[in-house]
């Protein structure tokens, strides 16, 4: 029964670990930042306590299957582009809704809205879903058109990233935004993703 037990508490470990990798972004929109760190501790915390057990049985039992389950868990963190995934999904997930917002900027419907930073606009209810970190977009002049930033993370200060339009496709400069990009990636015509870190 203990063996079961540690082959059942090592696919829970791994299947917390794999899930919190997916939606680690959404839990800090939801818990903060400074939330994550405890968060962050509990679950890797309780992982490497599994995969210790299962290292013990492995030697002193011979029960091999639960540091199996532990030593590809450790290979998917190292191999998956978890992030990348996730990035990928909420782009192509949400792009004809980002799509109707960057119409209704550049037609006026949309404008920033914000009293103490021009340049931010609060998001009708309907599309604050694209925009994490209170529905906010910026919104920048760019010769005829708006380059306009959809937060994917809001940190703090000058910590941030998010999906870019530009009018033009004209990548992004390293400080718009007030950021300092670290990463300008093309993810298709007008759309670049950017991470200011």
């Known amino acids: 029964m203990k063996r079961n037990r540690l082959l059942y508490l090592s696919i829970f470990s791994s299947v917390l670990v794999i899930l919190y990798m997916f939606f680690q972004w959404k839990l800090i929109d939801i ?30 039992n011979k029960t091999w299957k639960p540091i199996v389950i532990q ?3 450790i290979l998917l963190l190292f191999i998956v582009p978890f ?36 340049s931010l606009l609060q998001l009708p209810k309907k599309y604050e879903h694209l925009s994490i970190g209170g529905g906010e977009i910026v919104v920048e002049k760019s010769g005829d058109g708006y380059n306009i930033l959809f937060f994917t ?45």
């Open 83 to 118: 992030n990348q995934i996730i990035l990928d999904i909420d782009f192509k997930l949400n792009k004809s809704e980002r799509n109707q917002v960057v119409k209704m900027v550049e037609n006026g419907e949309l404008r920033p809205n914000i009293s103490h930073n021009s």
């Open 31 to 60: 818990i903060t930042e400074f939330l994550m760190f405890p968060v962050l501790l509990l679950v890797f915390g309780f992982f490497i306590f599994i995969t210790v057990l299962a290292i013990i049985s492995l030697f002193k």
């Open 71 to 73: 030593v590809i868990t």
């Open 153 to 197: 993370y809001r940190g703090i200060l000058d910590n941030f990233s998010g999906f870019v339009y530009t009018p033009n496709d004209q990548k992004p400069s390293k400080n718009a935004f007030d950021g300092d990009f670290k990463a300008i990636d093309k993810m298709e015509k007008n759309w670049y993703f950017v991470g200011s870190y």
